[in-house]
């Protein structure tokens, strides 16, 4: 039985093209579906995970398919002080002292939010450093407001060739995962 459940639109062109349900399970566990159509493409990815005291993931599990239509299939757990993760890319194992952030290679957007949440909680200067299998930096912020909608929004380096940024509203609710897609008030809008 869920806790609480939210689902997101997500826009390209101004149409309608998908959506990402996040929901809180009793368990303690979170569980997204996203999936969108572009020209017959698109991702559909669902995953669920469980997050430690400090909101960083202790088990993730995702399926589903890529953009392409390729399968996806991936598992992250913490145990015994040691990492494990295995998708189609990469394969690995680590032991870990402290916090050690997994993101996975297809992530549903909501995921991102969940790195940016523990970035901020976690104290300097191990929110620099502590992602697995590579290392993650929150490097910047700034707020925009309009009507009673506050975003801040936060820059992490090492998630691919340049930043990507990641809008978090009052609540610390995902509002945006790239500088392609925005999204507001239970909406996302992808713009051209």
Known sequence: MSTAKRTDKIFIQGNQAGT????????????????????????????????????????????????????????????????????????????????????????PPEFFAVLARALLKAPQPQARHFCLPAKRQLNEQRRVTSGNTELTEYRISGLGFSPRSIWLDRQGRAASVSVLVFCCAGGTRVSD
């Open 20 to 107: 990402q349900t996040v929901e809180a399970q009793a368990d303690g566990a979170v569980r997204a579906e996203y999936s969108y159509n572009d020209r017959g493409r698109g991702d559909h990815i669902i995953a669920t995970w469980k997050l430690d005291g400090a909101g960083v993931p202790i088990e993730y599990e995702g399926r589903g398919n890529d953009y392409m239509k390729a399968p996806i299939e991936e598992h992250f757990e913490i145990k015994n002080g040691r990492a494990s993760w295995k998708n189609r890319s990469e394969q690995g194992e680590q032991a870990v002292t402290g916090e050690a952030f997994y993101l996975p290679m297809n992530a």
